[in-house]
Every structure is written in C-alpha cells, then in structure tokens.
C-alpha cells in the first residue's frame, strides 16, 4: 500500500490510501478459556506480554474484552501468506497458554459466559462505549474475522461494498460458529450478528453512491459526536482508508485454521472479482436494502439452510447452491490469486456442515455446551475440524 503523493499527512475523512493491487490483511479474534470451568478468563495481556518478550516480531493486538487476543498479519499477497503467519502466531500463543494452563478458544461467541462477569480493556475508548451503549455494549462477548483487501482507488470502494452486501449470507453461512448464549441454543447459526448490530455505530453500511458521500457522512459523525465515542463505524463491511482498504467485517470467527483459509480465500476473491468488474465495464449487483437486511438475518438465523434472495426480482435459492456455484465462478480469479486449494475448501464447509452445527450436535447429544468448548479448543489445536 502506497502513501498518495504530494500528502504529508492524510486527511482520514477525505484521503483513502490507494493499494497498488488487491493485497490481503486479516484480523483474527480468538478467546482464553480455563480448562477446568471451560469459561472465558481476562489473561490475554499476560499472554501478549509473554508471546511478545519471546518473539519481538510477533503482532499481537489487545481487544475490548480482556479475554481476547487479536491476532493481525502483515500486508500479504495471498490467503496462503497470510495463513502462514497466522498459523505462526497461533502456535507461539499455544506454547504460551500450555505453560499458564489456558486453553485458546475460538468462535462467534461463547456458549454460555456471563458477560457480568468478562472485564472490558482498559482503553479509554472501550471504557466510553460502555458508558454510552450500556447493557447492550456490556453484553458483547462477541468474536470475528475481519479480512482487508487493497483497492486502487477510493471511486471504486463503495460500488465493490454495494456489491459484496449482496454475498453477506454466503459468507456467514460458511463461518457461523456462535448458536447459543448464556446457556441456551439460541436457535440461530449465528447469534453474534444478532447482538452486534444493537450497537448504535455497528450493522449493515449505508449504500452509499460515491466515495463523497462516504466522506460527507463521516464528517456529520464527527460533528455529532458519534464516533467520537468509538473512534470509527463499526459497519459490516467498512473502508480502512488508512490502509487503503475494503474490511469484511461479516464473518464470525472461525474455530479452526482450515476453515479461517475458507472464509479468507471467499472474501478476497470475491472483492478482487467485483473490482474486476470494474475494469471490464460491467454493472455490479446490488440489492434493495431491505433484501439486504432479510438476507443478512436469514443467514444469521439459518446458516447454511437458508434460502436467500439473489436478485432484485426477489429470486431465490440456497445458499448452498449458491456457495457451490460461486466456487466455479470464482475459480479462475482464484487461480490468479493463487488460493485455489483455499477456496475449495468451501465446498468442504458445504458438504461437512459449519461450526455452528457441530456444536449444536455436541449439545444435542450431551445436553452440556462445556463439549462445545471442547471441540473448539481441539479443533483450533489441531487447525481442522473433527479434530
């Protein structure tokens, strides 16, 4: 990513720091649970501290909650790079936790802590959130996966978020690893998407028309005071255009190593396809803004059963179908981006069945989502599912 020229100091409302090409940075949050009660535990600055004195090089981000440790790759160019460095750092944190006797946990959300009891950073930041949202930012024991891809030119950002927002139950399908809360099955594939959108600077963006709109917007914001208790939008997709950036923010955080190299390798394809489009002088798809919103909780509710809208005739189909149809039409961008072993992965998902699923049938069989935790402490152990 490249500093524009002649702009000794960016303008963050105005200026988006142009990628010279479709570069990949992901942010991974994962969780420390005790191996006895399987509940979450505020040690994560402990842990950063040690991995850090360990191994200097290693980026290792602190998180609103205490329990959570943010694991974040430098600029790559491939799903490949980016899992390496990930699937690095995740094992120098495992070596870490199995010296204090923590366990690393992953997924959308915790079955069963009590967020009373999860203590919030120390920043001053995350102190405001809670004073301004209150009970519903008291209750956000919530994880994701977060994965940027570089765009040449702030023109393009909005038309390639337009279009992703239509993809939004796919990717969420294929990751939902969150269906109960404080004991109970909630019912949803993922109950994460539910409970994050009551912040008032988080859900689905606004289909903005042109990068001034977006700018036009941020500043109202500011002068409102909006994001100067958060410090930015927490949209589902958003632009970084610190780093010259779109970030998909929609997927919940993956259990497991093989899956994460999914979800990345999908959302990198698909913003690079978009951006294609582009160059060729196609149309991008879009969505009315209220099939947006039933999509986005028919993928929340139904994961990988559900039947999302897919055009704006109100056409139908499951996501499956149309998971395993992008994989075909994402293919040759997948080729070119060389992640194509990652992004048949998908298929995998789609044949297997998503986390949510897996630890809905723990629960079933056992009645006790202490298994749950189980398995995502093994299955991020072992870097796959069934582990």
């Given at each position: 990513?490249?500093?524009?020229?002649?702009?000794?100091?960016?303008?963050?409302?105005?200026?988006?720091?142009?990628?010279?090409?479709?570069?990949?940075?992901?942010?991974?949050?994962?969780?420390?649970?005790?191996?006895e009660?399987r509940?979450?535990?505020?040690?994560a600055?402990?842990?950063?501290?040690?991995?850090?004195?360990?191994w200097?090089?290693?980026?290792?981000e602190?998180?609103?909650?205490?329990?959570?440790?943010?694991?974040?790759?430098?600029?790559?160019?491939?799903?490949?790079?980016?899992?390496?460095?990930?699937?690095?750092?995740?094992?120098?944190?495992?070596?870490?936790?199995?010296?204090?006797?923590?366990?690393?946990?992953?997924?959308?959300?915790?079955?069963f802590?009590?967020?009373?009891?999860?203590?919030?950073?120390?920043?001053?930041?995350?102190?405001?959130?809670?004073?301004?949202?209150?009970?519903?930012?008291?209750?956000?024991?919530?994880?994701?996966?977060?994965?940027?891809?570089?765009?040449?030119?702030?023109?393009?950002?909005?038309?390639?978020?337009?279009?992703?927002?239509?993809?939004?139950?796919?990717?969420?399908?294929?990751?939902?690893?969150?269906?109960?809360?404080?004991?109970?099955?909630?019912?949803?594939?993922?109950?994460?998407?539910?409970?994050?959108?009551?912040?008032?600077?988080?859900?689905m963006?606004?289909?903005?028309?042109?990068?001034?709109?977006?700018?036009?917007?941020?500043?109202?914001?500011?002068?409102?005071?909006?994001?100067?208790?958060?410090?930015?939008?927490?949209?589902?997709?958003?632009?970084a255009?610190?780093?010259?950036?779109?970030?998909?923010?929609?997927?919940?955080?993956?259990?497991?190593?093989?899956?994460?190299?999914?979800?990345?390798?999908?959302?990198?394809?698909l913003?690079?396809?978009?951006?294609?489009?582009?160059?060729?002088?196609?149309e991008?798809?879009?969505?009315?803004p209220?099939?947006?919103?039933?999509?986005?909780?028919?993928?929340?509710?139904y994961?990988?059963?559900?039947?999302?809208?897919?055009?704006?005739d109100?056409?139908?189909?499951?996501?499956?179908?149309?998971?395993?149809?992008?994989?075909?039409?994402?293919?040759?961008?997948?080729?070119?981006?060389?992640?194509?072993?990652e992004?048949?992965?998908?298929?995998?998902?789609?044949?297997?069945?998503?986390?949510?699923?897996?630890?809905?049938?723990?629960?079933?069989?056992?009645?006790?989502?202490?298994?749950a935790?189980?398995?995502?402490?093994?299955?991020?152990?072992?870097?796959?599912?069934?582990?």
């Open positions: 990513m490249t500093v524009p020229e002649n702009q000794a100091v960016m303008d963050p409302f105005r200026d988006f720091n142009r990628s010279e090409g479709p570069s990949l940075g992901v942010e991974w949050e994962i969780a420390l649970v005790d191996p009660t509940d979450l535990v505020p040690y600055a402990e842990v950063i501290e040690a991995v850090e004195q360990r200097p090089e290693t980026h290792l602190k998180e609103f909650l205490k329990n959570t440790i943010e694991l974040v790759t430098p600029v790559c160019q491939t799903t490949a790079e980016a899992m390496a460095y990930l699937r690095e750092t995740k094992d120098k944190i495992q070596q870490v936790t199995d010296e204090k006797n923590l366990k690393l946990w992953a997924g959308g959300g915790h079955p802590a009590d967020f009373r009891t999860q203590p919030v950073g120390d920043k001053p930041t995350y102190t405001e959130i809670i004073n301004r949202t209150q009970y519903w930012g008291q209750q956000m024991l919530l994880w994701g996966t977060h994965v940027h891809v570089g765009i040449r030119h702030e023109d393009r950002v909005w038309p390639i978020i337009n279009a992703v927002m239509t993809k939004y139950p796919h990717l969420l399908a294929i990751s939902a690893s969150s269906p109960a809360w404080e004991g109970l099955d909630t019912g949803y594939a993922s109950n994460r998407t539910m409970l994050y959108q009551q912040l008032p600077t988080a859900g963006p606004y289909q903005f028309g042109s990068w001034q709109e977006w700018v036009d917007f941020m500043r109202d914001q500011t002068k409102s005071g909006v994001t100067s208790h958060t410090g930015s939008m927490h949209f589902d997709v958003r632009p255009a610190k780093w010259g950036t779109v970030e998909v923010r929609i997927s919940d955080a993956a259990t497991n190593l093989e899956e994460l190299a999914a979800i990345v390798a999908l959302t990198h394809c913003v690079v396809h978009y951006d294609e489009m582009i160059d060729r002088g196609e991008l798809p879009t969505l009315q209220w099939h947006v919103a039933e999509n986005k909780w028919r993928g929340a509710r994961g990988l059963e559900a039947e999302v809208i897919t055009s704006r109100t056409d139908e189909r499951l996501v499956t179908d149309e998971l395993r149809d992008m994989v075909g039409q994402l293919r040759p961008v997948a080729k070119r981006l060389s992640c194509v072993d992004l048949n992965l998908i298929e995998k998902i789609v044949d297997n069945g998503a986390a949510y699923q897996r630890q809905r049938a723990v629960y079933e069989a056992t009645g006790d989502w202490r298994g935790v189980d398995q995502a402490v093994d299955e991020l152990r072992a870097g796959h599912p069934g582990a």
